[in-house]
């Protein structure tokens, strides 16, 4: 499923959460939605489902997703742990209502996940422990097979054994069944070697749409002697630095040209990948105190 966003802008009162933010997902990718509290992932990931009318387009496959119910039948949107049922509904019937509503759902996929998750299909959802809840959500996401899944921070109530169990889960079915799938998530890290395409957004803004491996190689840590260290990076954006003795290490945001890895190897430098968190703390980070 394409996704095509122009102008859009949310606002709730004064408040400005998305302002006038323009992207196109060309789709069957896991795309990573990223920025900092407050950013507005989730307003964003809300207008893309069709939960509000949006103030500028948001449209799916070239359809308006707002009031269009064929449009919002192929998405499904998991915010968080409260948002996977009524805390009344059984699990079982929770599983029963995904069937109902969405023709893409496999029931049992359904079924093998709440077993790899270990969710009593018996008991109350209002019972169930925040890390349960949390593996509920996914079971929803990953079982509705819509064309558009979102999951917007929906892994945060798991604990790290499940959170792997879900990361695999995800990319093996996301191969079995390729889709257009945009996952929020601060743990940028864990996540990295299944997003395929980084949305990174601050402030209701877009900052950057690029692929993560095309992001990557923006960034470079560059390791030895302190003094050869502090020549080689003079004029470069310097992320951080990091001493030991005499050995100094930097990371650096921008691809360095051809002379630079000449001179790097002159200098008996060692020149490394760094983070994706990084360079997100870097694209983010406030400027002059200020967002």
Known sequence: MR???????????SVTAVDDMSFSLSGNKIYGLLGRNGSGKTSLM???????????????DGEPVFENAAAMRQVCLVRHAADAADKGDKVAHVLEYGAAWRDTWDNPYALELTELFKIPLKKKVGELSLGQRS???????LASRSPLTMLDESHLGMDTPTRY???DALLSDFMAHPRTIIISTHLIEELASLLEELVI???????????????????TEITGNAADVDEFTAGLTVLSEKSLGRT???MVFGQLDDSGLVRARQLGLELGPIALQDLFVHLTEPVGGKR
């Open 3 to 13: 996704v095509d966003v122009q102008g859009l802008t949310v606002r709730y009162g």
């Open 46 to 60: 809300s207008a893309l489902a069709g939960y509000r009318r949006p103030i500028g387009s948001v449209q799916l």
């Open 135 to 141: 593996a509920l959500g996914v079971v929803i996401g």
């Open 165 to 167: 169990a879900f990361y």
């Open 201 to 219: 957004i601050d402030s209701g803004r877009l900052v950057l749409q690029e692929e993560a491996d095309v992001l990557r190689s923006r960034g």
């Open 248 to 250: 100094k290490s930097a």
